[in-house]
C-alpha cells in the first residue's frame, strides 16, 4: 500500500473528520442516545457537558484520580482517557445508572450504613470501581480491594470504610450464597 | 486547535492502510495517548485498533508457545491460565501495572510500542524471549525482544507497522520465571523492574538464564552480564548474589524527584536477586 | 452536663442525611453548574518565577473561534482593588503591599508590571466554550523580561537576594518571637543535655480531588452578584469581595457554596477568581465560569507547611526538659494569602511545645517572600509542624539520655489543668498519659524486641514511632484572635426557628465540605428539642439568609457552631416552657422540657407537646406579659478560649534492608476530642486526618528549583496516598469533656493530623537507629531511607 493509496483512504468517505462532527449512539444508563460530537471530546465531557449527567466527575485528566470511572460495556475504565468515538456503540453505565431512581444497589447501601462517603466527589468513581470487583470477585480479601481502589483517590481518606462497605457486601453474598 | 481524524477500522488490512500515512498513529488503550496534556495536542489521524477481533487473545500451540494478541488487555493477561502458569514474569508484571482501571483498557502491544521508560511488560516479554509479530504494509516480520528495544524512546518498529501479537516459546524442563517492581508512587510505573526466566538442567544447574530491567535504564533491555556469570552455575544464593552484582554495569540510568540514577542502578542489582531466587524457586 | 449526651442521638453513629444523593450522583458542586449564555474562562499563567510584563498582546486570541474577550490586568485594575491581607501579626512589625483601605495587602487578581511566581494570573480568556477557552491560551502573546528569582526562605533573606516588594526590605514580611529567649537561653546553658537538630518541613499540596472553581452571575437589573465558588467561608468571601476588593454594598453580593469536593484548608481562602468572576460577568453581560486544572491546582492553590527549623532541646539526664528553643524560617510565598502568617506564626509557635510541661519555651519565625505559590493552613495547620519538630526532639532527647521515648513522655507530660503553656495557649483539659498508656497496650509495646527480630528474618528492620501530641482546636475567642492580630471574628451564630407545625429549621453559617454538618447539628437539634431528625432541616453555604458566620477550618464545627446550637436550643426550650406553663396556668419555674415536651414538675401528666407549644407562640393569642410572638432564637455564642484535643499515636513500619521500602504496617491512635457527636462521623475524620498526615511522612513534597520553577505540576510527579499502601487503622478514643461548652465537645477535623509524621519518622529512625542514624527529614523515600543505611546517618 502506497502513500499515496493511504492519503486516499484517509481522505475517502469512510473518514470520521473532526469537523464539524460525527455520529455516535451509545445507551447511556439504559437509554439510547445518538449526537453529534468532536473526535477529541473526551468520554466524560460527553457525559457531563452534552449529556449534563454530572455524577461523573473530572478531577485530574491525566488518568490518575478515578473521579470520572464509568462502566464501558460493563468494565471500569477512566473516561476522561477515552474519546467518545470510541464508545460509539457501547453502553455506558454511570453513577446514576447503578441504581434505578430513589433505590440504592447493595453496594450503595452499604456505602450509606459504613461511612464510607465524606465529601462525596470521589464517591461516584469510587462506587463505579467496587461494583466493578465485585461483579468478577464477589468474595475480594481486604489486599484485593485495597489494590483495587489504586486507581480511586479519594482525599478526604475514606479508604478504610470503603473497604469495610465491600466486605460487608461481600460477606452478604456470600451467606445468601451458603444458603 | 488542530484537526484530528478518528478511524475505527475492523481490519487489520485496513488498519495497516490507514497506517500508511504519514500522520496516523495507532490507538490502543490510550491511557498515555488520551490523557492531558497530550489529548489536546492531538492532530491527524487516530486509527483505532480496537475493533480488530484478531488481535485479541491468549492461544496456546500445539508446540506449547502461547501467543497474545496485541490488543488484549493487561487484565486478561494477568488473569489467564496459560499465561499465569509457563510465564509468571509476564502474569506479574501485568497485573503491576497501573490500577486495575489501566489494566482493564490498556494492552500488551500498547505498553510495548509506547516509549515510556516505565512500562512493565517490555522486561517480562524480553526475559521471557517474546518474538513480536510485527505488520507492516508489504511483509509481517518477527521482531525478538531484544532486538526491538533500540534506545530512548525507540523502538524497531519502521512507520506504519504494528506489533500484531506475541509469541512466547515453550519453557523446556524445569524452568521459572518472576518478576519484581518497585512502583513509582505517583504514576505507578515502574522505578525500576527487573522479570527473570531461568531452567535448569538435569543436574540442576543453570541452563538458560534471561534477565531484563524496564524503568531504570534509559530503556529496556537485557542483563546480558548477570545472565552468562549465572549459566552454567549452580544456582545457590550465593551465586546469584554475586550474579545480581553484575547487574546494570554498562547501562546508563534514569533519574526524578523520586529516585537517582544512583538508586536505580542499585535496585536493579537488589530485585535482579530477587527476582533470580523466586523464579529459581519455581524451577 | 455530661449526661444530656447519654441519649439515643447525640454520641450515635446516625446514617448521614447527606449521604443518598451524594450515593446516587445528583449532588450539585460548582463545575456541575450551566447557567444560560454562560462563558467559560481559562487563565493564561507565568511562566517564569519572577519577571516583568513588557506587553500582552491578545488580538491573536481574541480572533479564536469561540472567543470573546481576553483580559489582562490593565483592563481590571481600575475596577477592582488588590486582595487583602487580614492577618498581621500583632505586636511586631509586619511589611506587605499596601492594600488602599490601609489593611496589609496580598496579590492583584491579574498581575500588571511583574509576575512573581510560575502560575500568577496574567491574563484570562473568555469563551463560548471551556475547550475553546483554554485552545486560545497560546495564542495570548505575554512579552516577560525574566528577572533573578529566590524560591527558598531562608535564601530570600541573605544579602543580594532578588528583591519582590518595595515594601518589605530584605524580603521580610516579619520577624516574630514569642516566649522569654533569655530565660531559655539561660536554661540551655545550664542543662545536663543538649539536643539540637535542624527538620526540614517541605510544602505540602492540599489536592482536594475537587479542584477549585467559581461561577459568576451578575444582574444589570438588580446590580446583585451571585457568587457560586467551593470556598469553605461563604461569608467571609462575601464580606472581603464586597467592601475589600469590588468596592460594592455588601447587601449586593450573594455567595453560594454547592456541594463542595473537600476542602482540607485550601478552600478557606479568598481567592483572585471569586471577585474576578463576578466583575467579568459584569463587563462581559453574561454569567462566567472559571474550573481549575489539576497543574492549575499545583501552582496557584495554596500550598501549606514549608518550614525548616533549628530546634534545641535542654533536660536533665534523668528525663527532665528545661527548656525548649526553636528558630524557624518560612515563606509566604510570593504575597500573602489572606490569612498567610497565621499558620507559622501563632499556630506553630504557640504549639511548639505540645503536650509538655517545659519551663522555658522559646519559639521565633522570620517570614519572608519568596518567588512561590502563596502558603496558608491545611489540615493540621501549623501544628502538623510544631508536632513533628517538638516529637523529633523528645526522641532525640530520649535516645541522648538512653531512657525510653514512653518513659521520657510520661516525665514530662502536662498533668494539671487548665495548664498555660507558656507560648499562649491555656489548656483547658486532658489525660495525655490515659492516651498514651491506650496506644501502648493496643500495639503491644512490651514485645517489639522480639517482633524486630521476627522481622530481620525477613531481610526487614522493624520500628516503632510514637507521637503524642496536644493540637489547638475550635477557633475561636473572637477577643482572643483579635489580639493574635485577626481582623475579623470567629464565633459561632444559628438561627433555630421552630415552625407553627413543629417541624424545625436550624439555619447554620457554618459550611460543610464533607464532614456530616447537616446530620451532627440534626442529632443536637433532635436530641436537645426531642424531635425527630427528619422534621429537622438545615439550611447553609448561601449568605443570602444565613447569619453572618465564619464557615469550617480549625477543627471549629463542633465545638463552637455546634456549641452554638446547643445554645439555641436551650434557649427555644426556655421559650417554650415560658408559654407552656402560662398556657397552663402553672408557674414557669413549675415546669420542665423533657422530650420534646413540657410537663408538670411531679405531675407528668399535665404536659404540652412541642407543636403545640409552637402553634400558640405563633397565633399569639395568649402569650406571657412582654414575650414575643414565635418559637424563634438567633444566637451568637463566642467561646470563651479555644479548646485542646490530644492523644497517642504509634506507627509500625517494617523497612526494607535492601531498597530502604518502608511499609507501614501497624497504625494506632488513640484520639481524645472530649465528648462526639456521631462517633461514625468522628471515626472517618480520624481516618482522614491519619491519611492526610502519612502523605507528607511517606511521598508528599512540593518542591521548587533554586530559581522558582515548580518541580511538581501534576499527580505525575506528586504522590498522594492510596488504599493500598496504608493498613488497617486501629482506633481508640479516651473521653475527657472540655469545660468549654455545653456539649462538652472539642474539635476533631484536622486535630489528629499532626501525629502520623512525627509517628512514622520515629519508628523508622527506630527501625536504623543502631546504624546511627538520627533524623531523617519528610519524606520518607525509599531512597533517602537506604542512602541514611548506607551513610549510617552521616
Same mark, same amino acid.
Given at each position: 500500500?502506497?502513500?499515496?493509496?493511504?492519503?486516499?483512504?484517509?481522505?475517502?468517505?469512510?473518514?470520521?473528520?473532526?469537523?464539524?462532527?460525527?455520529?455516535?449512539?451509545?445507551?447511556?444508563?439504559?437509554?439510547?442516545?445518538?449526537?453529534?460530537?468532536?473526535?477529541?471530546?473526551?468520554?466524560?465531557?460527553?457525559?457531563?457537558?452534552?449529556?449534563?449527567?454530572?455524577?461523573?466527575?473530572?478531577?485530574?485528566?491525566?488518568?490518575?484520580?478515578?473521579?470520572?470511572?464509568?462502566?464501558?460495556?460493563?468494565?471500569?475504565?477512566?473516561?476522561?482517557?477515552?474519546?467518545?468515538?470510541?464508545?460509539?456503540?457501547?453502553?455506558?453505565?454511570?453513577?446514576?445508572?447503578?441504581?434505578?431512581?430513589?433505590?440504592?444497589?447493595?453496594?450503595?447501601?452499604?456505602?450509606?450504613?459504613?461511612?464510607?462517603?465524606?465529601?462525596?466527589?470521589?464517591?461516584?468513581?469510587?462506587?463505579?470501581?467496587?461494583?466493578?470487583?465485585?461483579?468478577?470477585?464477589?468474595?475480594?480479601?481486604?489486599?484485593?480491594?485495597?489494590?483495587?481502589?489504586?486507581?480511586?483517590?479519594?482525599?478526604?481518606?475514606?479508604?478504610?470504610?470503603?473497604?469495610?462497605?465491600?466486605?460487608?457486601?461481600?460477606?452478604?453474598?456470600?451467606?445468601?450464597?451458603?444458603? | 486547535?488542530?484537526?484530528?481524524?478518528?478511524?475505527?477500522?475492523?481490519?487489520?488490512?485496513?488498519?495497516?492502510?490507514?497506517?500508511?500515512?504519514?500522520?496516523?498513529?495507532?490507538?490502543?488503550?490510550?491511557?498515555?495517548?488520551?490523557?492531558?496534556?497530550?489529548?489536546?495536542?492531538?492532530?491527524?489521524?487516530?486509527?483505532?485498533?480496537?475493533?480488530?477481533?484478531?488481535?485479541?487473545?491468549?492461544?496456546?500451540?500445539?508446540?506449547?508457545?502461547?501467543?497474545?494478541?496485541?490488543?488484549?488487555?493487561?487484565?486478561?493477561?494477568?488473569?489467564?491460565?496459560?499465561?499465569?502458569?509457563?510465564?509468571?514474569?509476564?502474569?506479574?508484571?501485568?497485573?503491576?501495572?497501573?490500577?486495575?482501571?489501566?489494566?482493564?483498557?490498556?494492552?500488551?502491544?500498547?505498553?510495548?510500542?509506547?516509549? #515510556?521508560?516505565?512500562?512493565?511488560?517490555?522486561?517480562?516479554?524480553?526475559?521471557?524471549?517474546?518474538?513480536?509479530?510485527?505488520?507492516?504494509?508489504?511483509?509481517?516480520?518477527?521482531?525478538?525482544?531484544?532486538?526491538?528495544?533500540?534506545?530512548?524512546?525507540?523502538? &524497531?518498529?519502521?512507520?506504519?507497522?504494528?506489533?500484531?501479537?506475541?509469541?512466547?516459546?515453550?519453557?523446556?524442563?524445569?524452568?521459572?520465571?518472576?518478576?519484581?517492581?518497585?512502583?513509582?508512587?505517583?504514576?505507578?510505573?515502574?522505578?525500576?523492574?527487573?522479570?527473570?526466566?531461568?531452567?535448569?538442567?538435569?543436574?540442576?544447574?543453570?541452563?538458560?538464564?534471561?534477565?531484563?530491567?524496564?524503568?531504570?535504564?534509559?530503556?529496556?533491555?537485557?542483563?546480558?552480564?548477570?545472565?552468562?556469570?549465572?549459566?552454567?552455575?549452580?544456582?545457590?544464593? #550465593?551465586?546469584?548474589? &554475586?550474579?545480581?552484582?553484575?547487574?546494570?554495569?554498562?547501562?546508563?540510568?534514569?533519574? #526524578?524527584?523520586?529516585?537517582?540514577? #544512583?538508586?536505580?542502578?542499585?535496585?536493579?542489582?537488589?530485585?535482579?536477586?530477587?527476582?533470580?531466587?523466586?523464579?529459581?524457586?519455581?524451577? | 452536663?455530661?449526661?444530656?449526651?447519654?441519649?439515643?442521638?447525640?454520641?450515635?453513629?446516625?446514617?448521614?442525611?447527606?449521604?443518598?444523593?451524594?450515593?446516587?450522583?445528583?449532588?450539585?458542586?460548582?463545575?456541575?453548574?450551566?447557567?444560560?449564555?454562560?462563558?467559560?474562562?481559562?487563565?493564561?499563567?507565568?511562566?517564569?518565577?519572577?519577571?516583568?510584563?513588557?506587553?500582552?498582546?491578545?488580538?491573536?486570541?481574541?480572533?479564536?473561534?469561540?472567543?470573546?474577550?481576553?483580559?489582562?490586568?490593565?483592563?481590571?485594575?481600575?475596577?477592582?482593588?488588590?486582595?487583602?491581607?487580614?492577618?498581621?501579626?500583632?505586636?511586631?512589625?509586619?511589611?506587605?503591599?499596601?492594600?488602599?483601605?490601609?489593611?496589609?495587602?496580598?496579590?492583584?487578581?491579574?498581575?500588571?508590571?511583574?509576575?512573581?511566581?510560575?502560575?500568577?494570573?496574567?491574563?484570562?480568556?473568555?469563551?463560548?466554550?471551556?475547550?475553546?477557552?483554554?485552545?486560545?491560551?497560546?495564542?495570548?502573546?505575554?512579552?516577560?523580561?525574566?528577572?533573578?528569582?529566590?524560591?527558598?526562605?531562608?535564601?530570600?533573606?541573605?544579602?543580594?537576594?532578588?528583591?519582590?516588594?518595595?515594601?518589605?526590605?530584605?524580603?521580610?514580611? =516579619?520577624?516574630?518571637?514569642?516566649?522569654?529567649?533569655?530565660?531559655?537561653?539561660?536554661?540551655?546553658?545550664?542543662?545536663?543535655?543538649?539536643?539540637?537538630?535542624?527538620?526540614?518541613?517541605?510544602?505540602?499540596?492540599?489536592?482536594?480531588?475537587?479542584?477549585?472553581?467559581?461561577?459568576?452571575?451578575?444582574?444589570?437589573?438588580?446590580?446583585?452578584?451571585?457568587?457560586?465558588?467551593?470556598?469553605?467561608?461563604?461569608?467571609?468571601?462575601?464580606?472581603?469581595?464586597?467592601?475589600?476588593?469590588?468596592?460594592?454594598?455588601?447587601?449586593?453580593?450573594?455567595?453560594?457554596?454547592?456541594?463542595?469536593?473537600?476542602?482540607?484548608?485550601?478552600?478557606?481562602?479568598?481567592?483572585?477568581?471569586?471577585?474576578?468572576?463576578?466583575?467579568?460577568?459584569?463587563?462581559?453581560?453574561?454569567?462566567?465560569?472559571?474550573?481549575?486544572?489539576?497543574?492549575?491546582?499545583?501552582?496557584?492553590?495554596?500550598?501549606?507547611?514549608?518550614?525548616?527549623?533549628?530546634?534545641?532541646?535542654?533536660?536533665?539526664?534523668?528525663?527532665?526538659?528545661?527548656?525548649?528553643?526553636?528558630?524557624?524560617?518560612?515563606?509566604?510565598?510570593?504575597?500573602?494569602?489572606?490569612?498567610?502568617?497565621?499558620?507559622?506564626?501563632?499556630?506553630?509557635?504557640?504549639?511548639?511545645?505540645?503536650?509538655?510541661?517545659?519551663?522555658?519555651?522559646?519559639?521565633?519565625?522570620?517570614?519572608?517572600?519568596?518567588? !512561590?505559590?502563596?502558603?496558608?493552613?491545611?489540615?493540621?495547620?501549623?501544628?502538623?509542624?510544631?508536632?513533628?519538630?517538638?516529637?523529633?526532639?523528645?526522641?532525640?532527647?530520649?535516645?541522648?539520655?538512653?531512657?525510653?521515648?514512653?518513659?521520657?513522655?510520661?516525665?514530662?507530660?502536662?498533668?494539671?489543668?487548665?495548664?498555660?503553656?507558656?507560648?499562649?495557649?491555656?489548656?483547658?483539659?486532658?489525660?495525655?498519659?490515659?492516651?498514651?498508656?491506650?496506644?501502648?497496650?493496643?500495639?503491644?509495646?512490651?514485645?517489639?524486641?522480639?517482633?524486630?527480630?521476627?522481622?530481620?528474618?525477613?531481610?526487614?528492620?522493624?520500628?516503632?514511632?510514637?507521637?503524642?501530641?496536644?493540637?489547638?482546636?475550635?477557633?475561636?475567642?473572637?477577643?482572643?484572635?483579635?489580639?493574635?492580630?485577626?481582623?475579623?471574628?470567629?464565633?459561632?451564630?444559628?438561627?433555630?426557628?421552630?415552625?407553627?407545625?413543629?417541624?424545625?429549621?436550624?439555619? !447554620?453559617?457554618?459550611?460543610?465540605?464533607?464532614?456530616?454538618?447537616?446530620?451532627?447539628?440534626?442529632?443536637?437539634?433532635?436530641?436537645?428539642?426531642?424531635?425527630?431528625?427528619?422534621?429537622?432541616?438545615?439550611?447553609?453555604?448561601?449568605?443570602?439568609?444565613?447569619?453572618?458566620?465564619?464557615?469550617?477550618?480549625?477543627?471549629? =464545627?463542633?465545638?463552637?457552631?455546634?456549641?452554638?446550637?446547643?445554645?439555641?436550643?436551650?434557649?427555644?426550650?426556655?421559650?417554650?416552657?415560658?408559654?407552656?406553663?402560662?398556657?397552663?396556668?402553672?408557674?414557669?419555674?413549675?415546669?420542665?422540657?423533657?422530650?420534646?415536651?413540657?410537663?408538670?414538675?411531679?405531675?407528668?401528666?399535665?404536659?404540652?407537646?412541642?407543636?403545640?407549644?409552637?402553634?400558640?407562640?405563633?397565633?399569639?393569642?395568649?402569650?406571657?406579659?412582654?414575650?414575643?410572638?414565635?418559637?424563634?432564637?438567633? !444566637?451568637?455564642?463566642?467561646?470563651?478560649?479555644?479548646?485542646?484535643?490530644?492523644?497517642?499515636?504509634?506507627?509500625?513500619?517494617?523497612?526494607?534492608?535492601?531498597?530502604?521500602?518502608?511499609?507501614?504496617?501497624?497504625?494506632?491512635?488513640?484520639?481524645?476530642?472530649?465528648?462526639?457527636?456521631?462517633?461514625?462521623?468522628?471515626?472517618?475524620?480520624?481516618?482522614?486526618?491519619?491519611?492526610?498526615?502519612?502523605?507528607?511522612?511517606?511521598?508528599?513534597?512540593?518542591?521548587?528549583?533554586?530559581?522558582?520553577?515548580?518541580?511538581?505540576?501534576?499527580?505525575?510527579?506528586?504522590?498522594?496516598?492510596?488504599?493500598?499502601?496504608?493498613?488497617?487503622?486501629?482506633?481508640?478514643?479516651?473521653?475527657?469533656?472540655?469545660?468549654?461548652?455545653?456539649?462538652?465537645?472539642?474539635?476533631?477535623?484536622?486535630?489528629?493530623?499532626?501525629?502520623?509524621?512525627?509517628?512514622?519518622?520515629?519508628?523508622?529512625?527506630?527501625?536504623?537507629?543502631?546504624?546511627?542514624?538520627?533524623?531523617?527529614?519528610?519524606?520518607?523515600?525509599?531512597?533517602?531511607?537506604?542512602?541514611?543505611?548506607?551513610?549510617?546517618?552521616?
Amino acid at each position: 500500500m502506497s502513500e499515496q493509496a493511504a492519503q486516499a483512504l484517509l481522505e475517502g468517505q469512510s473518514a470520521l473528520q473532526a469537523v464539524p462532527g460525527v455520529p455516535v449512539t451509545l445507551t447511556v444508563n439504559g437509554q439510547r442516545v445518538s449526537r453529534m460530537v468532536s473526535v477529541d471530546q473526551p468520554l466524560v465531557s460527553f457525559i457531563r457537558d452534552t449529556l449534563n449527567l454530572t455524577g461523573t466527575k473530572v478531577g485530574c485528566e491525566t488518568g490518575q484520580c478515578g473521579a470520572c470511572l464509568v462502566l464501558l460495556d460493563g468494565v471500569s475504565v477512566k473516561s476522561c482517557a477515552v474519546l467518545t468515538v470510541q464508545a460509539n456503540g457501547a453502553a455506558v453505565t454511570t453513577v446514576e445508572g447503578l441504581a434505578q431512581g430513589s433505590d440504592m444497589t447493595p453496594l450503595q447501601a452499604a456505602f450509606w450504613d459504613n461511612h464510607a462517603v465524606q465529601c462525596g466527589f470521589c464517591t461516584p468513581g469510587m462506587l463505579v470501581s467496587m461494583t466493578d470487583l465485585l461483579q468478577h470477585n464477589p468474595n475480594p480479601s481486604e489486599g484485593e480491594i485495597r489494590t483495587w481502589m489504586d486507581g480511586n483517590m479519594c482525599r478526604c481518606g475514606c479508604y478504610q470504610n470503603i473497604v469495610r462497605a465491600v466486605r460487608s457486601v461481600a460477606e452478604k453474598t456470600q451467606s445468601a450464597g451458603g444458603e | 486547535m488542530t484537526s484530528l481524524s478518528y478511524y475505527s477500522p475492523d481490519s487489520l488490512t485496513e488498519a495497516i492502510t490507514l497506517l500508511g500515512s504519514a500522520d496516523a498513529r495507532p490507538l490502543a488503550g490510550g491511557y498515555s495517548l488520551l490523557i492531558e496534556p497530550q489529548r489536546s495536542k492531538l492532530g491527524g489521524a487516530l486509527v483505532d485498533l480496537r475493533r480488530i477481533g484478531d488481535l485479541v487473545g491468549v492461544t496456546q500451540g500445539q508446540g506449547g508457545e502461547v501467543t497474545i494478541g496485541a490488543m488484549t488487555p493487561l487484565a486478561a493477561i494477568a488473569a489467564a491460565s496459560a499465561v499465569q502458569q509457563s510465564y509468571a514474569a509476564l502474569a506479574e508484571a501485568a497485573a503491576s501495572v497501573g490500577d486495575a482501571q489501566v489494566r482493564n483498557r490498556a494492552t500488551l502491544g500498547g505498553n510495548l510500542a509506547q516509549s #515510556d521508560a516505565g512500562n512493565d511488560l517490555p522486561a517480562a516479554i524480553l526475559a521471557l524471549g517474546g518474538l513480536l509479530h510485527v505488520q507492516g504494509a508489504r511483509e509481517e516480520r518477527i521482531v525478538a525482544a531484544s532486538d526491538f528495544f533500540t534506545g530512548p524512546g525507540q523502538t &524497531a518498529l519502521a512507520a506504519g507497522e504494528l506489533i500484531t501479537a506475541v509469541t512466547l516459546p515453550a519453557p523446556t524442563g524445569r524452568s521459572g520465571s518472576a518478576y519484581e517492581k518497585m512502583k513509582h508512587p505517583a504514576t505507578l510505573y515502574a522505578i525500576c523492574g527487573v522479570a527473570a526466566s531461568v531452567s535448569l538442567d538435569a543436574n540442576g544447574a543453570v541452563e538458560a538464564c534471561s534477565v531484563a530491567v524496564t524503568g531504570a535504564a534509559e530503556y529496556p533491555t537485557r542483563l546480558k552480564s548477570v545472565e552468562s556469570a549465572l549459566t552454567g552455575k549452580t544456582p545457590t544464593g #550465593d551465586a546469584i548474589a &554475586a550474579a545480581a552484582q553484575g547487574a546494570g554495569e554498562g547501562l546508563s540510568f534514569r533519574s #526524578d524527584l523520586f529516585a537517582s540514577a #544512583d538508586y536505580r542502578a542499585h535496585l536493579t542489582r537488589v530485585l535482579t536477586q530477587r527476582a533470580l531466587t523466586r523464579a529459581l524457586a519455581q524451577a | 452536663m455530661g449526661h444530656l449526651l447519654g441519649g439515643a442521638v447525640v454520641g450515635a453513629p446516625v446514617k448521614r442525611r447527606e449521604d443518598p444523593e451524594l450515593l446516587h450522583g445528583h449532588a450539585k458542586f460548582t463545575a456541575d453548574l450551566t447557567l444560560p449564555g454562560m462563558l467559560h474562562l481559562a487563565v493564561v499563567h507565568s511562566p517564569h518565577a519572577h519577571a516583568r510584563i513588557k506587553s500582552i498582546d491578545t488580538s491573536e486570541a481574541e480572533k479564536m473561534p469561540g472567543v470573546v474577550r481576553v483580559f489582562t490586568g490593565a483592563d481590571i485594575v481600575d475596577k477592582m482593588m488588590r486582595l487583602p491581607v487580614i492577618w498581621k501579626p500583632a505586636g511586631v512589625d509586619s511589611h506587605f503591599p499596601p492594600h488602599p483601605y490601609g489593611l496589609p495587602g496580598a496579590q492583584t487578581a491579574l498581575a500588571t508590571d511583574r509576575a512573581r511566581y510560575v502560575g500568577e494570573w496574567v491574563a484570562i480568556v473568555a469563551a463560548e466554550t471551556r475547550e475553546q477557552a483554554y485552545a486560545a491560551v497560546p495564542a495570548v502573546k505575554v512579552d516577560y523580561e525574566p528577572l533573578p528569582a529566590v524560591a527558598d526562605a531562608e535564601e530570600s533573606l541573605k544579602e543580594g537576594a532578588p528583591l519582590l516588594h518595595d515594601e518589605a526590605p530584605g524580603n521580610l514580611c =516579619t520577624h516574630f518571637p514569642i516566649g522569654d529567649r533569655d530565660a531559655a537561653e539561660k536554661a540551655v546553658a545550664e542543662a545536663e543535655v543538649v539536643v539540637q537538630q535542624k527538620i526540614v518541613i517541605p510544602r505540602q499540596v492540599h489536592n482536594a480531588v475537587e479542584t477549585r472553581a467559581s461561577v459568576g452571575n451578575y444582574d444589570p437589573e438588580t446590580g446583585e452578584y451571585t457568587l457560586w465558588t467551593n470556598t469553605q467561608i461563604p461569608a467571609g468571601n462575601h464580606y472581603m469581595i464586597a467592601s475589600l476588593v469590588l468596592g460594592v454594598p455588601y447587601n449586593k453580593v450573594r455567595v453560594i457554596a454547592p456541594h463542595i469536593g473537600g476542602g482540607y484548608g485550601s478552600k478557606g481562602y479568598l481567592y483572585p477568581d471569586a471577585p474576578l468572576v463576578l466583575l467579568l460577568s459584569r463587563l462581559v453581560g453574561r454569567p462566567v465560569k472559571w474550573v481549575d486544572t489539576r497543574e492549575g491546582l499545583f501552582r496557584t492553590t495554596v500550598h501549606a507547611r514549608g518550614q525548616t527549623h533549628y530546634a534545641t532541646i535542654a533536660g536533665s539526664r534523668d528525663g527532665k526538659i528545661s527548656a525548649f528553643m526553636s528558630t524557624a524560617y518560612a515563606s509566604l510565598g510570593a504575597y500573602s494569602s489572606h490569612n498567610g502568617p497565621g499558620a507559622p506564626t501563632a499556630l506553630t509557635g504557640r504549639s511548639m511545645t505540645g503536650a509538655y510541661a517545659i519551663p522555658h519555651p522559646f519559639y521565633e519565625v522570620f517570614l519572608t517572600y519568596t518567588n !512561590t505559590n502563596f502558603v496558608g493552613p491545611a489540615r493540621g495547620a501549623g501544628r502538623m509542624e510544631s508536632m513533628l519538630v517538638i516529637e523529633r526532639m523528645i526522641d532525640l532527647y530520649a535516645r541522648e539520655i538512653g531512657m525510653d521515648p514512653a518513659e521520657v513522655r510520661r516525665k514530662n507530660f502536662v498533668t494539671q489543668f487548665p495548664y498555660d503553656n507558656g507560648l499562649g495557649w491555656n489548656y483547658d483539659s486532658g489525660n495525655y498519659a490515659g492516651a498514651l498508656n491506650r496506644a501502648l497496650e493496643m500495639v503491644g509495646y512490651g514485645d517489639i524486641a522480639a517482633r524486630k527480630a521476627e522481622a530481620h528474618q525477613r531481610g526487614k528492620r522493624l520500628g516503632v514511632g510514637l507521637a503524642s501530641y496536644v493540637t489547638v482546636a475550635g477557633v475561636g475567642p473572637s477577643g482572643r484572635m483579635g489580639r493574635e492580630g485577626l481582623i475579623g471574628s470567629t464565633w459561632g451564630n444559628t438561627v433555630l426557628r421552630v415552625h407553627q407545625t413543629g417541624d424545625v429549621t436550624l439555619i !447554620t453559617g457554618s459550611q460543610p465540605h464533607g464532614q456530616g454538618h447537616v446530620t451532627t447539628f440534626s442529632q443536637i437539634v433532635a436530641q436537645e428539642l426531642g424531635v425527630d431528625m427528619e422534621r429537622i432541616e438545615v439550611i447553609h453555604s448561601d449568605t443570602k439568609g444565613v447569619p453572618y458566620a465564619q464557615g469550617s477550618y480549625g477543627s471549629r =464545627t463542633y465545638s463552637v457552631e455546634g456549641a452554638s446550637i446547643y445554645e439555641s436550643a436551650q434557649r427555644v426550650k426556655d421559650k417554650a416552657c415560658k408559654v407552656a406553663a402560662h398556657l397552663m396556668e402553672v408557674a414557669p419555674e413549675d415546669v420542665e422540657y423533657v422530650n420534646g415536651k413540657v410537663q408538670v414538675k411531679g405531675a407528668p401528666e399535665k404536659a404540652m407537646g412541642l407543636s403545640d407549644i409552637a402553634v400558640m407562640a405563633w397565633f399569639a393569642w395568649n402569650l406571657p406579659q412582654g414575650l414575643e410572638p414565635g418559637l424563634e432564637v438567633t !444566637t451568637y455564642w463566642d467561646p470563651a478560649d479555644f479548646n485542646f484535643p490530644f492523644g497517642t499515636h504509634i506507627a509500625v513500619v517494617e523497612v526494607d534492608e535492601a531498597t530502604g521500602a518502608v511499609d507501614l504496617v501497624r497504625y494506632v491512635a488513640v484520639d481524645d476530642v472530649g465528648n462526639v457527636g456521631n462517633p461514625g462521623i468522628v471515626e472517618g475524620q480520624m481516618h482522614g486526618n491519619i491519611a492526610f498526615g502519612l502523605g507528607p511522612a511517606l511521598m508528599e513534597g512540593a518542591f521548587y528549583s533554586p530559581d522558582g520553577q515548580l518541580l511538581t505540576n501534576s499527580f505525575q510527579d506528586y504522590a498522594i496516598p492510596r488504599a493500598s499502601g496504608m493498613p488497617n487503622f486501629e482506633l481508640d478514643r479516651t473521653v475527657t469533656p472540655t469545660p468549654l461548652n455545653g456539649l462538652g465537645a472539642k474539635g476533631a477535623g484536622d486535630v489528629s493530623e499532626p501525629a502520623p509524621a512525627p509517628a512514622i519518622v520515629n519508628a523508622v529512625v527506630d527501625a536504623l537507629s543502631d546504624l546511627g542514624v538520627r533524623h531523617l527529614d519528610i519524606p520518607l523515600t525509599a531512597e533517602k531511607v537506604w542512602r541514611a543505611m548506607q551513610t549510617r546517618g552521616e
